[in-house]
C-alpha cells in the first residue's frame, strides 16, 4: 500500500477513526443460520479472516462470495481490501496516493463498492468504486463530511458530522432532507423494505449504568417514522439479520431481539484466545457467515 498525504486539517471524523484504530481489530467469521424466529451460530466453525496486530475493520458482503472491509496497514493508510471465502484470497479495490478510504458497502445496482473517502485535502465524501477495477467517481460533491450510510432506491441516507451529527436523504438535488440529529454510527437499511434505522440518541434509557438508545426507522417511501425498540445496554452498533431480527454484541457476547419483543436475548459467546469486544458485524445469509470486528486482547 502506497503512503497518503495527511493535512492537520483533516476533520474530527477521520480523527476518531485513527484514534479507534490504535486499537487492533481482526475480522472473524463463523457460519450462522438467521430465520424468523432465532439465530443458531456454530462455535466450532469460527476462524480469523484477518489476524494482523493492525486496523481490519467495518466488513460489508458485496456477493455470495465475497467481502470488503477497511485496512490500515503499517503506516496508518486505509484502503478497501475484498476477501474471496471460497479462494480464501485477499485483493486491493483501492490502493490510493493522498486519499483513505472507510465503510465499504454495495451499491443498490451492484456496480459499485461505494465508500466514505477521506480526500487530499481533508473533505470527506462519498465515492464510488467500480467491481470491474475501473476508475471512481464522486457521488455528492456538496454534501460532506459523511460519516455513515446505507443504501435505498440508488440514493444514500448519509450520517453528517455535525453539531449535532445528522441523518439526511436526497430525495433530489433539491431536497436533501433531515431524518433525525443526533444519531449514532449504526444506518442501516431495514431487509425487504424502504425503512432506514438507525440509533436516536435523543431518547435513551440508563439500565444499571449502561445506557440504551431507541433505534427508530424512517420509510423513505411514505415518509412516517416507526420505532424498533432499544440497544442492547452499552453497545451501538447493530445489523438486522432479516427483517424480522436485530442483531448486537456486547463483550463476546452476541443477543439478537425480534421487532415485536422489547428483551434481548443471547444466542451464544465467540471464545477466541486473544480477542474481545464485538463491534460492527456483517452477515450473509446466502454464504450463512457471520463475520465480527473483535479487539486484540492487549494483555
Known sequence: ?????????????????????????????????????????????????????????????????????????????????????ESKKFTNLTKTNYRNEFSPSLTDCGLFVSTVTVEENGNQRLWLYPTNFGEPELLYDDIEPVGYYDWYDNKAAMFILGNPNSLVYPYSKGEIFTISQNVGRSVKRKPKSSIITYIDKREANDINGQISYAIMGFDIENRTYHQFGYTYPGAEDFIWLNNNLLLMGSGNQLFIRKTNSKEWESVGKIELNGYEHISRMAYSPKLRKLVLVMNRSVN
Request: no cysteine; aromatic share 14%.
Open 1 to 85: 500500500m502506497q503512503k497518503k498525504t495527511i493535512f492537520l486539517a483533516i476533520n474530527l471524523y477521520y480523527i476518531a477513526f485513527t484514534t479507534f484504530s490504535q486499537v487492533s481489530t481482526d475480522l472473524i467469521a463463523v457460519d450462522a443460520k438467521a430465520t424468523a424466529a432465532g439465530l443458531k451460530i456454530f462455535p466450532e466453525t469460527i476462524f480469523k479472516v484477518t489476524d494482523r496486530n493492525a486496523y481490519d475493520n467495518q466488513p460489508a458482503f458485496i456477493n455470495e462470495k465475497q467481502m470488503a472491509f477497511s485496512a490500515a496497514d503499517d503506516k496508518g493508510n486505509h484502503d478497501i481490501i475484498i476477501y474471496n471465502f
